[in-house]
């Protein structure tokens, strides 16, 4: 089964607006953490923003936020005030397990392309 | 300025041979992962580090070999065992294997001519 869903292939905006990548996670674990990447078309992964399942509150990074439901076992990232230069893939990914001290990797979503419009 | 090198950025290599992807950094971080990006889809780990000598295979590891002999270093040796090699191969390290993100290099794309 999958452990990041993320159902949107692509998206598009229109630039200065608001978008929202959806982001649904499988876990039975109690403590996990939740990761957005961004990559860009030369290839590195550039980490946005982190929320805890333990977190009370959602996580913000400037333009970047993370509406995180855990009830529903989403994470969506909302990136405000888009900007051409958004323009990339973007990966929701997870790490469970956070504290037992094993081994705990960090699974990835298939991603989401979007692209900003002038 | 503390960060991942990962070398070379681009590698060919012919049916049948071995290759070493490099990957080293600065950060002075215990983890550390390989994984693998097919075009249009996400990234699939291949092996991952937590302390010097030691290493765990991830989902796609064979074909695949690793070594953990100093912290900062972890390279990915391609065998001719794998069968479809051509990717993007990216390394990533953490402070630990928890709640702190992992910081990726640039990626070497490998292509079998």
């Known amino acids: 089964a999958q452990k990041i869903t993320q159902t949107q292939p692509g998206m598009f905006v229109q630039e200065k607006e608001a978008v929202t990548l959806d982001c649904t996670y499988d876990?039975?674990?109690?403590?996990?953490?939740l990761f957005w990447y961004k990559q860009p078309s030369s290839g590195e992964m550039i980490f946005l923003i982190y929320?805890?399942?333990?977190?009370?509150q959602n996580a913000t990074e400037g333009r970047y936020s993370l509406n995180f439901q855990k009830a529903r076992k989403s994470a969506n990232l909302v990136i405000s005030a888009s900007q051409l230069g958004d323009s990339a893939m973007y990966f929701c990914?997870?790490?469970?397990?956070?504290?037992?001290?094993?081994?705990?990797?960090?699974?990835f979503g298939a991603g989401t392309r979007l692209a900003v419009h002038p | 300025d503390g960060g991942i090198t990962q070398s070379p950025k681009y590698l060919f290599r012919k049916e049948g041979q071995n290759v070493t992807l490099s990957c080293e950094q600065n950060?002075?971080?215990?983890?550390m992962y390989w994984y693998r990006q097919d075009p249009g889809q996400g990234l699939r780990l291949i092996y991952y580090?937590?302390?010097?000598?030691?290493?765990q295979k991830g989902d796609i590891a064979e074909g695949y070999s690793v070594s953990r002999e100093k912290k900062e270093s972890f390279p990915l040796t391609v065998t001719s065992a794998q069968k479809n090699p051509t990717a993007f191969y990216l390394c990533?390290?953490?402070?630990?294997?928890?709640?702190?993100?992992?910081?990726f290099g640039q990626g070497t794309r490998l292509t079998v001519v």
């Open positions: 990533a390290s953490s402070i630990e294997n928890r709640d702190t993100e992992a910081f």
């Open positions: 876990t039975s674990d109690q403590s996990y953490g």
């Open positions: 929320q805890g399942s333990y977190d009370e």
């Open positions: 990914a997870m790490r469970e397990d956070l504290f037992s001290g094993g081994y705990n990797k960090l699974i």
């Open positions: 950060l002075n971080h215990d983890a």
């Open positions: 580090s937590q302390i010097v000598n030691d290493f």
